[in-house]
């Protein structure tokens, strides 16, 4: 990709994830509170949200808090340039990383009990995730035979084909990263677990807005991690989004919150078993052939 198309390619996912990532969050409350025998808020309700954040006046300032969220914002825009633009894509886990290392440390910052809890818990689920983002990375590099993204639309076949186990993986992982039950263990919106908003608990303003555009980023990017494994069948892999979306969110109201230890166990034992066991077969069948 030439420099002046990725320059493009960046400022289009800088101005359009986020529109994405808060339709998502508008549907996601929407379709929640049909579940849940409620009206529910309009879908342009986050929007609504984070505008008046952004103009709520100063009650509080500190400033080490300002910081690390920002970096927590900007360390998120350039996981998602990294990746539109083709980059590596174990440069971009990286990034993700430390983008959720400047959350943790923001909440850190605070002086607050449950913003303690629920950053030690965020640093958990980055420990659980970290892993298996990892090897889904070394998935598609034994398909594509390359760590760049723009590499993994050139090859023959599809993902889904050849690394089933690895999808599994990557579906785990949005539900840990995304905060839904059953694995909403360091920040939720609903009032089913002792921590509510738990990472977030003592984030105000400007701050609070800036980590939930963040999150909207992210949410972006973890869709389009799984585009990967559709490259080759763009319409079957809009369905197959919205099949998985809906699927998040009947868990998310069906199933109760699990203990971190329980996530854990769980996500590992599945993910690292589908996980390896997929490449092992990769790799065996690949000789072979």
Known sequence: MNVLLSIIVAIAFVLIAP???GLFMGCDRVLTARMQS????????????????????????NPVETIFTTAYLVLMVLSGVMFTTGGNILLMVFALALAHTFLILAAYAANAPFSHIGAERELISVM????????????FYMVSGSFQVIDLFIVDGSGIILLPGIFVA???VILLRLRKSPYDISTSEHAHQELVKGVTTSFSGRNLAKVEIAHWFELVILVSLAILFFTHLLVFSAIMIIVCFTLL???DNVFPRVTWKMT???????????????????????VLL
């Open 19 to 21: 529109l994405l990532g």
């Open 38 to 61: 409620r009206v529910g808020p309009p879908i342009l309700q986050p929007f609504y949200d984070v505008a008046k954040l952004w103009h709520k006046e100063k009650a509080f300032n």
């Open 128 to 139: 659980i995730t970290e892993p298996v983002l990892i090897l889904i990375a070394a998935g």
């Open 170 to 172: 990557l579906c785990f």
């Open 249 to 251: 969110l009947i868990i």
């Open 264 to 286: 854990m166990k769980s996500i590992w034992l599945i993910t690292l078993f589908l996980g390896v066991l997929n490449l092992v077969l990769l790799g065996i069948f690949g």
